[in-house]
């Protein structure tokens, strides 16, 4: 007899749902998507236990009738897909035709579903993967699918669930992202005791962000939009000779970009609170994510990230979503277009934007203390895949080896929020640390209710559908875009010069309230670009010495300055081996001398071979370029502790006002700090 033999299919579902389904919220996502798939505009979720119990999901879809909903359970069943060439452009979120029966095979499931033409719905009943009962029921035009006993046959897979919490926040973060890409449909989350997210419809995304996360969270968030047109959607054009005569040109596609970004000033430790949705779908993503940190690239520390909300939409032949089992990654078929476009466009909305930091805000967005996009829990701890580097950690190094984070990765622990901080803290979560579940209950019963302010540990958040002073999200978006678009750098260059303090920071007056200058980060800033151009134009100033400086450097550190000696020599250095472990320097940039020129070339040796092994050589290039630039800058600037007169601020503010990005130095720390005018009047409780 033969090794060999074909599985039961019991055994094949349950294989299935290994890969598909891992936790209740892979449950909540395969049947969301469904819902979204069915043209459903009002969905709700409930779920008992952290959705061991029970989950629910409701939609007002457009059903099935009874032989669909038979069919539905079936392996690779699927109304999404006919033939081979479909999986070529697949325009909706499922399409895979495993998650029903993968669900059901370790489940009890209850399906009941009408399509609202036909006389009576359906309703069924399956547990383990068998149909128990089939019945004709009176029910109203959509779906509804309840999950029960997740794991029931399976123990050894129902071990690996966190606690109830964990997997509600897991639970809470997918209906969230969902809410967030589709913010014309109804969305409810209710647990056993409370309701969760109470998302009714809205027009725009922003309003979404303020209704769900709330003002301030808004109000740290810029918008962006971008188009450009695909090259032939991915597809070379025919020759004439092998067209039909009647055949009109292949018309190209068009990748458009929507979405939101964080002012420099709002820095994370992790890849966290960094979104992607590719045509509705969320995804992760090592090319977007590249093309944002690029993006941000001397604007904040190489070891931060920003927060970003990125909507792509593209058509559909030019991803391929099927990839993945869980249909959380892509591939697309013109990746450099897609790198660049989305890092052009970060890029170019930050120098247009050129956004004020707030001194308050600055304050509570330093990188060690502030919170993750979304609540505490979805963080992950460090060392954990996507988490904080150690503190000791080399900074390059651990970016480039960092794996990205995964979008639904959280953690079991769920720390207090900081008053004052963001209002992604714990919304929902318990993040009082409520050790009473009922007490808990009470606490986070108003979360997201109209006209019901929560506040745990002096948190208040704002709620779905009004905000706290009585305005609706539309009102309260457009009041704070409003704000947003006049809290800008753009009117540096007529500010009055006060004074320093401490002959450290330039104190400066403006209309818009009192700025707070960083003398030698503004300086920084106006040489690194200085000498980008330069170096871009082959006009690099430098300056002989009289005699040459001997530096003396290790084996290792003599092997990297041959890797960089050309682009070293570029940027207006002279330097060549004197010996087996040391450098004679004849010449150097403008500005750098002593004992900073030694600093400074020790650094960029240093920095350089911790560069990644992994970049491209036009990568490496164009990073090595700016490392020297922000060394030479840094090294060259005003320092702190250094008297200025008023001819010489004045004209320290009129040269950043010229910067492409002088919200930051080029290691990513502020420039200017805005104490606003409104600001001001509310510390002398004038409003």
Request: include cysteine.
């Amino acid at each position: 007899m033969g090794r060999i033999r074909i599985l039961p299919d019991q055994v094949a579902n349950q294989i299935a749902a290994g890969e598909v389904v891992d936790r209740p919220a892979s449950v909540v996502k395969e049947l969301l998507e469904n819902a979204l798939d069915a043209g459903a505009n009002r969905i709700r979720v409930e779920v008992e236990a952290g959705g061991r119990r029970l989950i629910r999901v409701s939609d007002d879809g457009f059903g099935m009738n009874r032989d669909d909903a038979l069919l539905a359970f079936e392996r690779h069943a699927t109304s999404k897909l006919r033939t081979a060439d479909d999986l070529l452009s697949i325009a909706t979120l499922g399409f895979r035709g495993e998650a029903l029966p993968s669900i059901a095979s370790v489940a009890r499931v209850t399906l009941e579903t009408a399509t609202g033409d036909e006389a009576a719905g359906t309703r069924m009943e399956i547990a383990g993967g068998k149909i128990l009962h089939v019945d004709d029921a009176a029910l109203p035009r959509g779906t509804t699918l309840a999950v029960a006993d997740l794991f029931f046959n399976t123990p050894a897979r129902r071990k690996f669930l966190r606690a109830e919490s964990t997997e509600l926040a897991h639970v809470t973060a997918l209906v969230t992202h969902y809410a967030l890409v589709h913010p014309e449909k109804h969305f409810e989350l209710t647990s056993a005791t409370h309701t969760i997210v109470s998302a009714p419809p809205v027009a725009r995304t922003a309003e979404r962000i303020y209704q769900i996360f709330g003002k301030d969270t808004l109000e740290q968030l810029l918008p962006v939009a971008a188009e450009t047109p695909l090259s032939h959607g991915g597809l070379p054009e025919p020759p004439p000779w092998k067209k039909d005569p009647g055949e009109p040109a292949r018309d190209p596609g068009t990748l458009r970009l929507t979405g939101f970004y964080s002012k420099p000033e709002l820095q994370k430790l992790n890849r966290n609170s960094i979104y992607i949705f590719v045509n509705k779908r969320l995804i992760r993503d090592r090319l977007l994510i590249h093309a944002i940190t690029e993006a941000y690239r001397n604007v904040i520390p190489p070891t931060s990230y920003p927060v970003v909300l990125l909507f792509l939409e593209m058509p559909p032949e030019e991803v391929d979503v099927n990839v993945h089992p869980a249909k959380t990654e892509v591939r697309f078929r013109q990746q450099s277009l897609v790198h660049d476009f989305v890092r052009d466009s970060l890029r170019t909305a930050l120098i247009q934007a050129r956004p004020a930091a707030g001194f308050l805000a600055a304050l509570d967005s330093a990188p060690l203390a502030s919170p993750s996009l979304m609540p505490p829990a979805f963080s992950p701890l460090p060392g954990a895949p996507g988490g904080a580097p150690p503190a000791d950690s080399d900074a390059e190094a651990t970016q480039a080896a960092a794996p990205e984070a995964e979008p639904f990765q959280l953690t079991t622990k769920l720390p207090a929020p900081v008053p004052g901080k963001l209002p992604f803290d714990g919304r929902g979560f318990n993040p009082a640390g409520w050790t009473d579940r009922e007490a808990w209950g009470q606490a986070a019963a108003g979360l997201f209710r109209p006209g019901t302010p929560s506040v745990i540990d002096g948190c208040s958040y704002p709620l779905a559908g009004e905000s706290a002073n009585g305005l609706s999200p539309a009102t309260a978006t457009a009041q704070i875009e409003a704000e947003q678009s006049a809290a800008n750098l753009n009117h540096l260059g007529s500010l009055r010069p006060l004074a320093q303090l401490r002959e450290s920071f330039i104190l400066a007056a403006g209309d818009d309230g009192l700025w707070i200058i960083d003398q030698h980060v503004a300086h920084e800033r106006i040489l690194f670009e200085k000498i980008l151009r330069e170096r871009q134009v082959e006009r690099v100033q430098r300056q002989r010495l009289l005699m040459p400086m001997l530096v003396e450097l290790q084996p290792w550190q003599m092997v990297v300055f041959a890797r960089i000696a050309e682009e070293l020599d570029r940027n207006g250095f002279e330097v060549e081996p004197f010996g087996p472990h040391t450098l004679a320097v004849k010449a150097a940039p403008v500005g750098l001398e002593g004992a900073a020129l030694e600093r400074m070339l020790t650094q960029v040796i240093e920095q350089s071979s911790a560069a990644s092994d992994e970049a491209t050589q036009s990568e490496d290039l164009k990073a090595l370029r700016t490392r020297i630039a922000a060394s030479i800058a840094c090294h060259s600037a005003i320092k702190v502790n250094t008297a200025l007169d008023p001819a010489r601020m004045e004209w320290l503010l009129l040269e950043l006002a010229k910067t492409s990005h002088p919200t930051s130095c080029p290691h990513g720390r502020p420039i200017a700090l805005l104490y606003s005018w409104k600001d001001i009047q509310r510390a002398f409780h004038r409003i």
